[in-house]
Each structure stands twice: as structure tokens, then as C-alpha cells.
């Protein structure tokens, strides 16, 4: 079954450095999403992006954010500056072309910053 | 406030039982839920979702119930297992949003053998 996958599963950085989060989307999907989840908080959206470029962002998803499709297959979000409040799961997803189409999550990347 | 939210942040149940979690949402004008379960260090997995021009829909296992008229969602899991332990997630799309989804606080379900 197809799935979405993301890398690293644990990153730790320090504070102030830059760092990118990866993500391969399943393969016929269209729409992505990158979401994060502060320990012991909801799910909350940060993105998303169709056909090259940024569909809808939050608030959270200030100019020290940015996504790319660099190839076919990778979506990534860097993080320029991190800072300590950044710290967090991230989630990708993706979906087909419909909205109402299920989204599917990767298994997260672990992000601490010290 | 959030748009979504769950009634009980936390449900015990024997395996065996039938679980029910509750969710309930502010905007009337979304029309796509999904549930989505979440195991210690993973991801949200889907479990089953439903649209706003239905009021259940059945999976192996799990129903959803949507009554729009008091902006309710409830997934009910039949005979619960060990294996369904883990944090239970509601979601919500508006039309128009490219997809985004709002999610719930979240319910933690505890199965005990």
C-alpha cells in the first residue's frame, strides 16, 4: 500500500540554525500539506501547496517558513531560523485532486531545538 | 475558540466493549470529517471519514455519525481491542480551503485487556 514517508524521523538542532524537513508524497497525489503537532496539542495546519506553489497558509507559516518541490517525487519545509517554540512533530500529507479525497499523514519528524 | 472539539479528553473501556467518542464542530459550513487515530510517536492514521450529505457511515468496525442539526460527530468502535489504545483525532474541511484540515483536541482511549 502507498505511503507517505519523511526524513529524518528525529532532527535536533540549536537555536537559530537552519533546517529542512523531508518529505516523498504518494506518488499520484496532487495536494500537500505539511502540518506540526506541539507535544501534547493538536494537530494543527501550516500549508499547503498545489500544482507548484503555496495554496493556503497559517499564521504559524511566517516568512522563517518555506516549502519547495524540488523534483517530482520530494516536498520539503525548511526552517531558516529556528527558534525554541518551533520545536514540534511535523507532519506531512498528501491527497488526490478532490478535497474530499483522504488525506494520508507520513509517520512525522521529531524536531527539538535546544 | 476552536472550531472543533471533543467532549472527553480521556475514555476507559474493557475489551470487548463497545467505545464511543464524541466530537463536536462550530462551522456549519464544513462538509467533509474524518476520523483519525494516532499511536505514541506516530502519525494520524485514517480510519474513516464521511461526508456532510450523509448521517452514518459503517467501516469494519467503526461507524460514524454525523447530525449536522447540532454540529455533532461521533465514532463508535465495536468490540474495542488493545490494539485500538492510542489518541482518536476528529478533523474537519470547509469548502474553498485547498483541503485543510482542523483537527480536535483529541480523545485518548485506553483499552484495558
Known amino acids: 500500500e502507498p505511503e507517505v514517508t519523511q526524513t529524518p524521523s528525529h532532527q535536533v538542532t540549536q537555536m537559530g540554525q537552519e533546517v529542512i524537513l523531508r518529505c516523498v508524497p504518494i506518488?499520484?497525489?496532487?495536494?500537500f500539506y505539511w502540518y506540526r503537532q506541539i507535544l501534547g496539542q493538536k494537530v494543527e495546519f501550516l500549508v499547503s501547496?498545489?500544482?507548484?506553489?503555496?495554496?493556503?497558509k497559517s499564521e504559524i507559516f511566517d516568512d522563517q517558513f518555506s516549502v519547495e518541490r524540488p523534483d517530482g517525487s520530494n516536498f520539503t519545509l525548511k526552517i531558516r531560523s529556528t527558534k525554541l517554540e518551533d520545536s514540534a512533530m511535523y507532519f506531512c500529507?498528501?491527497?488526490?485532486?478532490?478535497?474530499?479525497?483522504?488525506?494520508?499523514f507520513g509517520p512525522g519528524t521529531r524536531l527539538l531545538v535546544l | 475558540g476552536e472550531s472543533v472539539g471533543l467532549h472527553l479528553p480521556t475514555l476507559s473501556v474493557q475489551e470487548g466493549d463497545n467505545s464511543i467518542i464524541n466530537c463536536a464542530y462550530s462551522?456549519?459550513?464544513?462538509?467533509?470529517f474524518i476520523w483519525y487515530k494516532q499511536e505514541s510517536g506516530k502519525g494520524p492514521q485514517f480510519i474513516i471519514d464521511?461526508?456532510?450529505?450523509?448521517d452514518k457511515r459503517q467501516g469494519q468496525r467503526v461507524t460514524v455519525l454525523l447530525n449536522k442539526t447540532v454540529k455533532h460527530l461521533s465514532l463508535q468502535i465495536a468490540a474495542t481491542q488493545p490494539g485500538d489504545s492510542a489518541v482518536y483525532f476528529c478533523?474537519?474541511?470547509?469548502?474553498?480551503?485547498?483541503?485543510?484540515?482542523?483537527f480536535g483536541q483529541g480523545t485518548i482511549l485506553t483499552v484495558h485487556p
Open positions: 500529507a498528501s491527497r488526490g485532486l478532490s478535497y474530499q479525497e483522504t488525506q494520508y
Open positions: 506518488s499520484n497525489h496532487l495536494y
Open positions: 501547496f498545489y500544482n507548484n506553489e503555496i495554496s493556503e
Open positions: 462551522n456549519s459550513a464544513s462538509d467533509y
Open positions: 464521511i461526508r456532510s450529505n450523509m
Open positions: 478533523a474537519e474541511n470547509v469548502p474553498g480551503s485547498y483541503g485543510k484540515l482542523t
